[in-house]
């Protein structure tokens, strides 16, 4: 899997970003996953990340806790659009064998967030 997203965020808490938090968030990824006799890669079969990933958008919640000074746990969940195409293959002998393309079109839950920040420096 390989992922790159930007997201803006509005904090709630009396301390610097720590407590609930909404924002909104656009991604693009590339996945190749496989279950059992069956395979799912998106995009085409090139090697860039430039090469037809899927992309998303959508809105998120999340609370942040203040563990140390410098130190937060954040938890987020995202609600959004998510498409792009991918290719259905199954393994035979080793090799990826193409089956069908498909376009994928899904609304839902788009993004689970657990993230432990760190901040560098002397001044809160």
């Given at each position: 899997m390989q992922g790159a997203e930007l997201s803006i965020r509005k904090y709630f808490g009396n301390d610097i970003f720590t407590g609930h938090h909404v924002g909104i968030y656009s991604q693009l990824l590339r996945y190749d996953v496989r279950m059992g006799q069956r395979g799912?890669?998106?995009?085409?079969?090139?090697?860039?990340?430039?090469?037809?990933?899927?992309?998303?958008?959508?809105?998120?919640?999340?609370?942040?806790?203040?563990?140390a000074d410098r130190l937060r746990l954040d938890l987020s969940l995202g609600l959004g659009w998510l498409t792009g195409r991918y290719m259905v293959y199954q393994p035979v002998d080793g090799h990826s064998v193409f089956r069908y393309m498909r376009q994928r079109k899904w609304f839902g839950p788009s993004r689970l967030g657990i993230t432990l920040s760190w901040f560098i420096g002397k001044k809160r």
């Open positions: 799912y890669l998106s995009g085409g079969s090139g090697t860039l990340f430039t090469d037809h990933p899927s992309w998303g958008v959508g809105a998120e919640y999340g609370y942040s806790v203040r563990i």
